[in-house]
Structure formats: C-alpha cells, structure tokens
C-alpha cells in the first residue's frame, strides 16, 4: 500500500502514514476543514524509490493543481516530541517532476543533521523511524498562523495564544518576521492586527472543540482564504507543557511549590519513590507542626501551600521561612502569589495552615525544648545524633526469616506505616540551622553576608563532607592501582568490584559505610552504589586527577575550618565594640552553629538506611514477580505502587502494562531540562507569568519565548553551517529557523532579533529546557562574541555585562 487518501490516514495506521498524517486523516473524520489530499506511506519509503505511477494518479485526482507536500515521519506530532520543523515541507509545488522531486526532499530530510539531534535528544532510535508524506491541495491565504489551546509560555490552560501573520503561515512558524500575537481569555476585544474579533471567536471555538476530541492541548495550524474561509492544516499535542496539578473540588486556585529542589533533585521520581517521598515528607512537616499535601506533579513533589497562603497568621512569616530550603526564586513567586486577589486571607471554615491545635501546641513545646537543650550543651546534643542515627541503622535492617514475596511485603508495609519518633536528629538539626540564620539580622550593618558565609564555612560533623574526604583518602591510597583506576572506564571498574576481580583498594569498606547512598538517592526506585559504584569509580578518578596538593578536597576544608575560625574571632570582637548585646548573642549563635549546623546532613543520612532495606526487599519481591512472569525485569516493581503489588503476589494481578505505561512516562520527564519552582491549579507557572523587570543599563528588552535564566558567554552566529558554539555558550542571531536547531543542543540559552513564541526556534528551545528571549532590537549588533550575558527568559531581557 503504496498512497492512500488524506480521510482514511487514522491513529492505527501510524507505522504506515506518520503522526501528521494520522492527525490530519482524525480531523477529516470529525468533520473538520481540511485541504484534500493524499499520503504516500512508508512502506514507499521503505521501497526506496517513489511509486511514480502511483503518486501520478493521485495527484491527478486532486487536480493537478499546486500542492503542499508535507513530512509524516512515525516520530512525528507525538504527545512527548513535536519535531516541530526538524523535517521538510515544500509548498507551491506543481507538475509530476517536481511532486516527486519533493517527496524525495522530505524523504532525505528524516537524517538531516537537525532530526537526527533532536531524536538522539529524545532517545529516539532513528533506525526504527520511516517517513511517510503528505500531499494537500495549496491553500493560498489571506493570513495564516499557529493557535496554542494552552499558553505555551506560562502553562495557562485556561487561556489560548494565537500568532498570525498576511499571507503563508511559514513567517509564523520559521520565525523570519514580527507577527501579531494574541492571547485568548474569554475577553472580547477590538479587531487589532490581521485578524479580526471573529476571527479570534472561531479559533477560540475550534480550539476548544479539538483539545476536547484529542483530550490534550493542541498546537494547530491555520489559514484563512480569501474567501474568508478558515482551513487547519495540523493539529498535534503541545508537547513542551509541564504537567497540570491534578483537578480538586475546589472552587479557587491553588498553588503548589516544588519540593525536590530542596534535595538537589529536579528529575522524577519512580512512582515507588514517590509514596515513601511523600509519607516522610508530610511526616516531617508535621513534626513541625506544618501540615501540607504532597502532591505528584510530572513525577516532581509539590507542596500545596494554598492553605497556609491563604491563612492571615502563617502567610506572615511564609516567605521568609521559605529562605532556608527554597531560595529567592521561591520566595519571589510566594510573594507574587500572596499579592494575587485570589490567594487573599480567607475567614472561618478549616484550615491546614490555621490556627495551632493541641497536636501542634505539643510539637512546638517539644521543639523549644529540644532546641534550647541543643544550644545549651551541643556537644551531648550531637553524641546524641549519631546515636540515633546508629539506631535507626541497626533498627532498619530485616529479620533473617522473611522468606516469602508475602513475608517481605509485611515488612515493606510495616517499615512504611512506622511512627518513629526524631526528635533526637531533628531539633539539634533545626538549632544548627537557626544558629546560622539568625546572624545576618543581628549583624546587619557590621558584617556583610560573604562574610558571614566565611563563618559558617568548613563547617565540621558534616556527614556528607566526611564522605568525600573518606573518598579522597581512599585515591590517596591507591598506589600501584593509579594507572588502573584512571585508565579503566568507570563501569568497567565497577562490573570488576561486583564481581571480585578487582584489586583491594579500600572501596569494600567505603561502600560499607556509604554504599546506602547515590545519585537522587531520596528516591527508593534509584540504585544505591552499593548496587552500582560506578559514579564512585568516576569520582575516585577525578580525585586522581587533582596534581596540586592545595587543591585536595581535604586542603581546602582544612583551609575552609582556618578562615573560618580567623573570621568568626574577628567578627565577634568588632560586633562586640560596636553593639555589645547584638555582638554577643551572634558569637553564641555562631559558635553553637560551628558546633550544630554540619548536622543537617545526619537526619538525611539515617533516613537513607530504611530505604535502603526498603528496596532490597522490593526487589526481592520483583525477582519473584519476575520469575512468575508477572514482571519483566525485577526493577520494574519500582514503578508499581504498593497496593499494586499487593494484587500482583497475592492475586496474580498482572501489572506489566500499567508498568510499560509508566516506564514511558517517567523516561520522557527524564528528558525535562527546566522544572517549575511553582504551579497554579490552572497550570501556570508562576515565575513566568511574574511582571518583567525594568530595563536599565546595559539590559536589551525582548519578549520572553522560554523560560529560565542562564549566564554565558554570547557568540553571535550568522550561519550555522559554519558556527562553533562551546558549550555554555548563548547563542545570539537574527533569526533561527528548523537548521539551527542542532546548535541549541550545545548553546544555554538563544537571543534572536525577530520570531515568536511559537516559531520553530522557541518551540524547539522550550523543548530542550534552554531560556529563549526573542524581538530584541540589534540583538546581534549590540552584543559581540565572548561578552558575558544573563538571558532571562521568563522576563524577557538580555544583560550584556
């Protein structure tokens, strides 16, 4: 099956017509207005040559008049990758040489440079991939353009955005020219631009009707005849949204903070990880006397602080609470959020954030308490920690009896239904962290934060830091086994250790002591190092690497723990003759957190030892599934909720598709470069719906096109074909069309003097995470090559520094 017609291209033949196809031949069948046509599948592309007799009579059935000849690859309009332009149309095409000229372009461009990158970026294997192309009628239009049914910038799913310009839509969609923009909102308006009030109403209605039928935003394609006739020429998912918050009964917005930056962690979390993350999370919080919902947002944990927004006590001290853990860019959207009318104090009915009962009243005894007996005496306090985090080591470990898939779900269930209490770990942790804040007040006017921040540097009892000195001690020690262990790949290294073939070099015993941790370690899904020391090995390699004495990790704390000390001594006697009681109340602080504050790390640290047993009986139990053929691979349990796998041992429940699915989510979100510090129940993200800075010396205005904010080196770039762009680099030119987009693989951020948010170029930039400001004036006149440069995508500006 060489050509079919455009109306019989349908979901289930996707391997044979491609998404465009697919796509178009869904909106024939709803009845939508779409030019005629034809698709030649892939079983031609596979043939390798074009069926000229074939493609002859179907154009000839279409008139033989002037056609669009249009891509369909297989990885094409998918929900997860747009592939917005990284394959070949050609329009105005007329007569049986030049159709099949075309048909040949679009064949050579599915391993073009550019859709060879942007499927390596997504993982996609291009040796699976075919094309399929699309032949339409030519619609000669007025005015042309791109309708978003969700606001690609912001993540509103309750407003649309629509670009437009006269004639072709490809000045929209190439970004090669200014276009008028308008965002849909339910408002009626004034005509403006090339498209009337009725223009916009019709789009607004399709676009409802189309995110109804296909049940996901949609970026659609347009075009309106000089009969004023409107035609859609594609319809596929929006593929660069972040997940929307799940929906509530509640009438007014909600607002959710991410919680997983606070552990350095922006990727998502396996479905497993997930439950045990938000457990010990609400937990925690409630230790605080904080009750807060931990809600899973694209694999990432949100807080839902709408309570606590909206409550006249808590809102108070809301955002400076926030400076510990989250940062000023939290602390921004929080306050943008508290300045919004809709997050306005609320009276009567409950409050999770309200006021305090007698649970919470009994926490906040315990935790005055706890921490004024720390800062008494916090050398008991810390013997203390470590004692309990020795107890919970010991206390996590499981019974030798589990012999059972059934055993060894009791005592998952057990460990994650446990109440322990912490308040030996935690209010010494909590005293070192107050110790150390609470300074930069007291001494505003006599000391400055960096040096303040000298204080509080080579802090001591950190677990971490001791880490990585047990490491570097480790390299230090490796004598003869130097060559080896530089030379040797770090997963060859590690396949070695496993197997017992490898040189003594002291990684048994570190593993021994550190091996319950590792990269994301918070997430009971990711392998340990002590399942997978590869990242060891890399790093023990590194180590290796450093030739200068001075430049050793344990030199530099050393050097860290002096400027430390010289700075705290002086700081305290200058704080003491300026303002005696403020000087002496910060020395204490700042002595007791010298003493305090390296525990932070210890409650996360004990908290890994019962994740730790917590995944080996879980794979355990998956190597059981595994072995009924319930799963197929042991780690796969890793994407099943607990009650799942209750159905599956004692129930014979099979849960590979729900795990397939999952598996296929969770890669996609792996590939997400930028994650939102806040969402809105209506799915903006806040920080880039906040009002853009004013633009002052040395900043260029622009609009913002994909948010973020990088720092870099610019290199202005007029032809890609000939660019050199280091990574790191910002990317500044006057335009991008498809062809650029390989550089944006390297490049950390994009200027452009014209496009729009949807061309080619943003929508390719939001897809691979990297801010992208468009429209800035002599963008590259302005800025030369090597200048350092602050894009900011989310307000739109350019520092050139």
Same mark, same amino acid.
């Given at each position: 099956?060489?050509?079919?017609?455009?109306?019989?291209?349908?979901?289930?033949?996707?391997?044979?017509?491609?998404?465009?196809?697919?796509?178009?031949?869904?909106?024939?069948?709803?009845?939508?207005?779409?030019?005629?046509?034809?698709?030649?599948?892939?079983?031609?592309?596979?043939?390798?040559?074009?069926?000229?007799?074939?493609?002859?009579?179907?154009?000839?059935?279409?008139?033989?008049?002037?056609?669009?000849?249009?891509?369909?690859?297989?990885?094409?309009?998918?929900?997860?990758?747009?592939?917005?332009?990284?394959?070949?149309?050609?329009?105005?095409?007329?007569?049986?040489?030049?159709?099949?000229?075309?048909?040949?372009?679009?064949?050579?461009?599915?391993?073009?440079?550019?859709?060879?990158?942007?499927?390596?970026?997504?993982?996609?294997?291009?040796?699976?991939?075919?094309?399929?192309?699309?032949?339409?009628?030519?619609?000669?239009?007025?005015?042309?353009?791109?309708?978003?049914?969700?606001?690609?910038?912001?993540?509103?799913?309750?407003?649309?955005?629509?670009?437009?310009?006269?004639?072709?839509?490809?000045?929209?969609?190439?970004?090669?020219?200014?276009?008028?923009?308008?965002?849909?909102?339910?408002?009626?308006?004034?005509?403006?631009?090339?498209?009337?009030?009725?223009?916009?109403?019709?789009?607004?209605?399709?676009?409802?009707?189309?995110?109804?039928?296909?049940?996901?935003?949609?970026?659609?394609?347009?075009?309106?005849?000089?009969?004023?006739?409107?035609?859609?020429?594609?319809?596929?998912?929006?593929?660069?949204?972040?997940?929307?918050?799940?929906?509530?009964?509640?009438?007014?917005?909600?607002?959710?903070?991410?919680?997983?930056?606070?552990?350095?962690?922006?990727?998502?979390?396996?479905?497993?990880?997930?439950?045990?993350?938000?457990?010990?999370?609400?937990?925690?919080?409630?230790?605080?006397?904080?009750?807060?919902?931990?809600?899973?947002?694209?694999?990432?944990?949100?807080?839902?602080?709408?309570?606590?927004?909206?409550?006249?006590?808590?809102?108070?001290?809301?955002?400076?609470?926030?400076?510990?853990?989250?940062?000023?860019?939290?602390?921004?959207?929080?306050?943008?959020?508290?300045?919004?009318?809709?997050?306005?104090?609320?009276?009567?009915?409950?409050?999770?954030?309200?006021?305090?009962?007698?649970?919470?009243?009994?926490?906040?005894?315990?935790?005055?308490?706890?921490?004024?007996?720390?800062?008494?005496?916090?050398?008991?306090?810390?013997?203390?920690?470590?004692?309990?985090?020795?107890?919970?080591?010991?206390?996590?470990?499981?019974?030798?009896?589990?012999?059972?898939?059934?055993?060894?779900?009791?005592?998952?269930?057990?460990?994650?239904?446990?109440?322990?209490?912490?308040?030996?770990?935690?209010?010494?942790?909590?005293?070192?962290?107050?110790?150390?804040?609470?300074?930069?007040?007291?001494?505003?006017?006599?000391?400055?934060?960096?040096?303040?921040?000298?204080?509080?540097?080579?802090?001591?009892?950190?677990? #971490?830091?001791?880490?990585?000195?047990?490491?570097?001690?480790?390299?230090?020690?490796?004598?003869?086994?130097?060559?080896?262990?530089?030379?040797?790949?770090?997963?060859?290294?590690? #396949?070695?250790?496993?197997?017992?073939?490898?040189?003594?070099?002291?990684?048994?015993?570190?593993?021994?002591?550190?091996?319950?941790?590792?990269?994301?370690?918070?997430?009971?899904?990711?392998?340990?190092?002590?399942?997978?020391?590869?990242?060891?090995?890399?790093?023990?390699?590194?180590?290796?690497?450093?030739?200068?004495?001075?430049?050793?990790?344990?030199?530099?704390?050393?050097?860290?723990?002096?400027?430390?000390?010289?700075?705290?001594?002086?700081?305290?006697?200058?704080?003491?003759?300026?303002?005696?009681?403020?000087?002496?109340?910060?020395?204490?602080?700042?002595?007791?957190?010298?003493?305090?504050?390296?525990?932070?790390?210890?409650?996360?640290?004990?908290?890994?030892?019962?994740?730790?047993?917590?995944?080996?009986?879980?794979?355990?139990?998956?190597?059981?599934?595994?072995?009924?053929?319930?799963?197929?691979?042991?780690?796969?349990?890793?994407?099943?909720?607990?009650?799942?796998?209750?159905?599956?041992?004692?129930?014979?429940?099979?849960?590979?598709?729900?795990?397939?699915?999952?598996?296929?989510?969770?890669?996609?979100?792996?590939?997400?470069?930028?994650?939102?510090?806040?969402?809105?129940?209506?799915?903006?993200?806040?920080?880039?719906?906040?009002?853009?800075?004013?633009?002052?010396?040395?900043?260029?205005?622009?609009?913002?096109?994909?948010?973020?904010?990088?720092?870099?080196?610019?290199?202005?770039?007029?032809?890609?074909?000939?660019?050199?762009?280091?990574?790191?680099?910002?990317?500044?030119?006057?335009?991008?069309?498809?062809?650029?987009?390989?550089?944006?693989?390297?490049?950390?951020?994009?200027?452009?003097?014209?496009?729009?948010?949807?061309?080619?170029?943003?929508?390719?930039?939001?897809?691979?995470?990297?801010?992208?400001?468009?429209?800035?004036?002599?963008?590259?006149?302005?800025?030369?090559?090597?200048?350092?440069? #602050?894009?900011?995508?989310?307000?739109?500006?350019?520092?050139?520094?």
């Amino acid at each position: 099956m060489y050509v079919i017609p455009l109306s019989e291209a349908t979901t289930d033949l996707l391997d044979l017509v491609g998404g465009k196809a697919a796509g178009l031949g869904e909106l024939i069948r709803r009845g939508e207005r779409v030019p005629e046509g034809f698709c030649v599948t892939t079983e031609a592309h596979r043939l390798g040559v074009v069926p000229a007799a074939d493609v002859v009579a179907a154009y000839q059935r279409l008139g033989a008049g002037p056609v669009a000849v249009r891509s369909s690859a297989t990885a094409e309009d998918l929900p997860d990758a747009s592939f917005a332009g990284q394959q070949d149309t050609v329009l105005n095409v007329t007569g049986d040489t030049e159709l099949i000229a075309a048909i040949e372009k679009c064949w050579a461009s599915l391993h073009s440079d550019r859709a060879t990158a942007y499927r390596d970026a997504r993982q996609i294997d291009s040796r699976h991939v075919r094309m399929a192309v699309v032949v339409q009628r030519m619609i000669t239009p007025t005015v042309a353009g791109v309708l978003f049914t969700a606001n690609p910038l912001t993540g509103r799913r309750d407003e649309m955005a629509v670009d437009a310009s006269p004639g072709l839509g490809t000045t929209v969609v190439d970004g090669a020219a200014t276009v008028d923009h308008y965002v849909l909102d339910g408002v009626s308006r004034a005509d403006t631009g090339c498209l009337t009030s009725a223009h916009l109403a019709d789009l607004r209605a399709t676009g409802e009707r189309l995110q109804a039928h296909f049940g996901c935003p949609q970026d659609i394609e347009w075009a309106i005849d000089a009969q004023d006739v409107r035609w859609l020429l594609q319809s596929r998912p929006i593929t660069t949204l972040f997940p929307q918050p799940p929906a509530t009964d509640k009438p007014l917005p909600r607002v959710y903070l991410e919680f997983g930056h606070v552990q350095g962690m922006l990727r998502p979390v396996t479905p497993m990880g997930m439950a045990t993350l938000r457990t010990q999370i609400t937990a925690m919080l409630a230790a605080l006397g904080v009750r807060v919902e931990i809600v899973d947002i694209g694999g990432r944990l949100y807080g839902d602080l709408t309570d606590l927004a909206r409550d006249r006590s808590s809102r108070k001290r809301l955002v400076k609470l926030m400076a510990v853990d989250f940062g000023p860019r939290a602390q921004a959207v929080m306050q943008h959020v508290l300045d919004d009318p809709r997050f306005a104090p609320t009276n009567g009915g409950p409050r999770r954030g309200g006021a305090p009962g007698a649970a919470s009243l009994r926490t906040a005894r315990r935790a005055v308490v706890g921490i004024l007996r720390a800062l008494a005496r916090p050398d008991t306090a810390r013997i203390r920690v470590f004692e309990a985090v020795e107890q919970l080591r010991t206390r996590s470990i499981a019974p030798a009896d589990l012999r059972t898939a059934a055993d060894r779900l009791r005592f998952v269930r057990a460990t994650q239904d446990a109440d322990d209490s912490a308040d030996a770990i935690m209010w010494p942790i909590v005293a070192g962290m107050l110790a150390a804040a609470l300074p930069a007040a007291l001494l505003k006017g006599l000391a400055g934060p960096n040096e303040i921040h000298t204080v509080l540097g080579g802090m001591p009892h950190n677990v #971490t830091i001791e880490m990585d000195l047990a490491l570097w001690r480790l390299a230090q020690g490796a004598g003869e086994h130097r060559r080896l262990l530089l030379d040797t790949p770090p997963a060859e290294l590690a #396949t070695r250790y496993l197997r017992g073939t490898l040189p003594d070099i002291g990684m048994a015993a570190f593993l021994g002591a550190y091996g319950h941790r590792g990269v994301a370690e918070v997430d009971l899904g990711v392998p340990r190092w002590e399942e997978d020391p590869t990242p060891v090995f890399a790093a023990v390699a590194n180590y290796l690497r450093v030739t200068d004495p001075l430049q050793g990790p344990d030199e530099r704390f050393r050097q860290a723990a002096a400027a430390a000390e010289t700075a705290l001594a002086e700081l305290i006697g200058r704080a003491r003759r300026r303002r005696p009681v403020r000087g002496t109340l910060a020395g204490f602080l700042l002595r007791r957190a010298r003493s305090l504050a390296g525990l932070r790390e210890a409650g996360k640290f004990a908290g890994l030892y019962p994740l730790r047993e917590t995944r080996r009986q879980l794979l355990l139990i998956g190597a059981d599934l595994h072995g009924t053929g319930l799963l197929d691979q042991p780690d796969d349990i890793m994407f099943l909720t607990l009650d799942e796998v209750h159905a599956a041992v004692h129930q014979g429940v099979d849960p590979r598709a729900t795990v397939s699915s999952r598996r296929a989510v969770h890669r996609r979100e792996l590939r997400r470069r930028t994650v939102p510090v806040a969402l809105l129940s209506d799915g903006t993200d806040v920080e880039a719906a906040l009002p853009a800075t004013a633009a002052g010396d040395g900043t260029l205005a622009g609009v913002g096109a994909s948010a973020g904010r990088v720092t870099g080196p610019a290199r202005v770039v007029h032809d890609p074909g000939t660019a050199h762009v280091e990574p790191g680099d910002v990317l500044v030119a006057a335009t991008t069309d498809p062809g650029w987009t390989p550089l944006f693989l390297t490049a950390a951020a994009l200027v452009t003097e014209t496009g729009a948010v949807m061309a080619h170029g943003p929508t390719v930039a939001r897809e691979y995470g990297i801010p992208a400001v468009i429209c800035v004036p002599d963008a590259t006149r302005t800025i030369t090559t090597g200048q350092l440069v #602050t894009v900011d995508g989310g307000a739109g500006t350019v520092t050139v520094h």
